[in-house]
């Protein structure tokens, strides 16, 4: 059974900072491409970051400079690291693990960790 556990969401005030941690477990975490996704209210869900195999990392504009995607491979985790946070960061916060096997993709969420940024 594929589990991915996201935590660390939460209250923060402008300016402020948050790590998200995402546990995984029933995959082999090293063949996915993890990746860190929101959503907020009346909005489609977007990627935030992405780390791959390699760690060669993506992430959206918005966030490029303020955060950063890591990955541990013996700990089967991945994390955000999200600084100098602002209101329009008010989300919840999914981790995602993908990757294609020949013609099957296999494609995992986690159940939605919210941020809310407000003062």
């Known amino acids: 059974q594929v589990q991915l556990v996201e935590s660390g969401g939460g209250l923060v005030q402008p300016g402020g900072s948050l790590r998200l941690s995402c546990a995984g477990s029933?995959?082999?975490?090293?063949?996915?491409?993890m990746g860190w996704y929101r959503q907020a209210p009346g909005q489609q869900r977007e990627m935030v970051a992405t780390?791959?195999?390699?760690?060669?990392?993506n992430y959206v504009d918005s966030v490029k400079g303020r955060s950063t995607i890591s990955r541990d491979y013996a700990k089967n985790t991945v994390y955000l690291q999200m600084n100098t946070l602002k209101p329009e960061d008010t989300a919840v916060y999914y981790c995602?693990?993908?990757?294609?096997?020949?013609?099957?993709?296999?494609?995992?969420w986690g159940q939605g960790t919210q941020v809310t940024v407000s003062s």
């Open positions: 995602n693990a993908r990757r294609r096997v020949g013609e099957r993709d296999d494609n995992y």
């Open positions: 029933g995959i082999i975490f090293s063949t996915y491409i």
């Open positions: 780390i791959d195999r390699l760690g060669s990392r």
